[in-house]
């Protein structure tokens, strides 16, 4: 059997038409490989834009910091972003702290104005009331009622109801004017016990010790008793609440304690050993120096007269 390399039902093949054939199979190859390699190509670009760019941190380290101008008390100064934003920080909460003390002050000084406003209608309040005590008084004063009790029975009786009913106003009158002077103590003594421990505090910011309890005793005990000693009597000193004048009194308390220490100083001043100066030698002793030069003189001349000198010093 012959082999046939037609390919059945493509008719006659001739050199041209295997050519051909033969080119159009390369062409094919070579766009499916071009599309193949486009593909992968695309993809690595996908993958590449989805992965992170690294970025050096010693390049962000060395990146300049921003800064700005700006001009703080009287001075420009140039600080960073971050400064400047912690300035505005501080700023911005010292404004809301002074704000609330702002508004603290405002509202106690608003309260202080009601108690001064409620303590002047007070005090007004109980001068009416002692003015219409003594017009109380002045009406029960005036009327004789023996007489009128015996020339008419029915005014006499008037009289005595009216005397009665000004009695239980005096006793009303009365009762409020001891509870607004009740009030009025209680507060006197407040502002003295406020005033005391303003001056005290005063006391204690100049006095070492004043505010210690043992050594602060001790030191208004030391000024009581000077204080005495110069005059001062127990009910001048029972309402001294000036701290000056305290003040003044520790000052005199320290002086008089120094001048009378004064003579015991001098005496231990004259007590201790006289100090030499640096470079000098003590004195010598003129009484041994001399008998020394007697008794070399004698070794030297021998003599009877010599050896009296000499012994005179010892008798």
Same mark, same amino acid.
């Given at each position: 059997? $012959?082999?046939?390399? @037609?390919?059945?039902?493509?008719? @006659?093949?001739?050199?041209?038409?295997?050519?051909? =054939?033969?080119? #159009?199979?390369? /062409?094919?190859?070579? =766009?499916?490989?071009?599309?193949?390699?486009?593909? +992968?190509?695309?993809e690595?670009?996908?993958? =590449?834009?989805?992965e992170?760019?690294?970025?050096?941190?010693?390049?962000?380290?060395?990146?300049?910091?921003?800064?700005?101008?700006?001009?703080?008390?009287?001075?420009?100064?140039?600080?960073?972003?971050?400064?400047?934003?912690?300035?505005?920080?501080?700023g911005?909460?010292?404004? *809301?702290? @002074?704000?609330?003390?702002?508004?603290?002050?405002?509202?106690? +000084?608003a309260?202080?104005?009601?108690i001064?406003? =409620?303590?002047?209608?007070?005090?007004?309040?109980?001068?009416?009331?002692?003015?219409?005590?003594?017009?109380? &008084?002045?009406?029960?004063?005036? %009327?004789?009622? %023996?007489?009128?009790?015996?020339?008419?029975?029915? #005014?006499?009786?008037? *009289?005595?109801? %009216?005397?009665?009913?000004?009695?239980?106003?005096?006793?009303?009158?009365?009762?409020?004017?001891?509870r607004?002077?009740?009030?009025?103590?209680?507060?006197?003594?407040?502002?003295?016990?406020? &005033?005391?421990?303003? %001056? $005290?505090?005063?006391?204690?910011?100049?006095?070492?010790?004043?505010?210690?309890?043992?050594?602060? /005793?001790?030191?208004?005990?030391?000024?009581?008793?000077?204080?005495? $000693?110069?005059?001062? $009597?127990?009910?001048?000193?029972?309402?001294?609440? /000036?701290?000056?004048?305290?003040?003044?009194?520790? &000052? #005199?308390?320290?002086?008089?304690?120094?001048?009378?220490?004064?003579?015991?100083?001098?005496?231990?001043?004259?007590?201790?050993? *006289?100090?030499?100066?640096?470079g000098?030698?003590?004195?010598?002793?003129?009484?041994?120096?001399?008998?020394?030069?007697?008794?070399?003189?004698?070794?030297? @001349?021998?003599?009877?007269?010599?050896?009296?000198?000499l012994?005179?010093?010892?008798?």
């Amino acid at each position: 059997m $012959s082999e046939n390399t @037609t390919p059945q039902g493509s008719g @006659t093949l001739t050199v041209d038409t295997a050519a051909s =054939a033969f080119l #159009g199979m390369m /062409d094919a190859a070579e =766009a499916a490989d071009n599309g193949q390699a486009e593909t +992968e190509e695309t993809e690595q670009e996908y993958e =590449a834009a989805d992965e992170p760019e690294l970025v050096d941190s010693e390049e962000v380290n060395e990146r300049p910091k921003r800064t700005f101008r700006i001009k703080a008390a009287g001075e420009d100064r140039e600080v960073t972003e971050q400064e400047l934003i912690e300035g505005y920080q501080l700023g911005a909460d010292y404004t *809301k702290k @002074t704000q609330k003390l702002s508004d603290e002050r405002k509202a106690v +000084e608003a309260e202080r104005a009601k108690i001064q406003e =409620a303590t002047k209608l007070r005090d007004q309040y109980a001068q009416r009331l002692q003015m219409m005590e003594q017009f109380l &008084h002045q009406q029960n004063q005036g %009327e004789n009622l %023996e007489a009128l009790k015996e020339s008419d029975p029915i #005014g006499y009786a008037v *009289k005595v109801a %009216e005397m009665s009913q000004r009695e239980k106003q005096l006793a009303v009158l009365q009762q409020e004017q001891q509870r607004i002077a009740q009030q009025q103590q209680a507060e006197q003594s407040e502002r003295l016990q406020y &005033h005391l421990a303003e %001056e $005290s505090q005063k006391l204690s910011s100049v006095i070492p010790g004043y505010a210690n309890p043992k050594e602060g /005793d001790s030191i208004r005990k030391d000024i009581r008793e000077y204080a005495k $000693s110069i005059g001062w $009597s127990d009910k001048e000193l029972a309402g001294l609440y /000036d701290s000056r004048a305290v003040l003044s009194l520790y &000052h #005199g308390m320290k002086y008089a304690k120094l001048q009378s220490n004064k003579p015991s100083i001098a005496k231990k001043v004259e007590a201790a050993p *006289k100090m030499l100066k640096a470079g000098t030698s003590m004195p010598r002793n003129s009484e041994a120096e001399q008998n020394q030069k007697l008794r070399a003189k004698l070794q030297q @001349t021998g003599k009877v007269r010599d050896a009296a000198l000499l012994f005179e010093k010892f008798i």
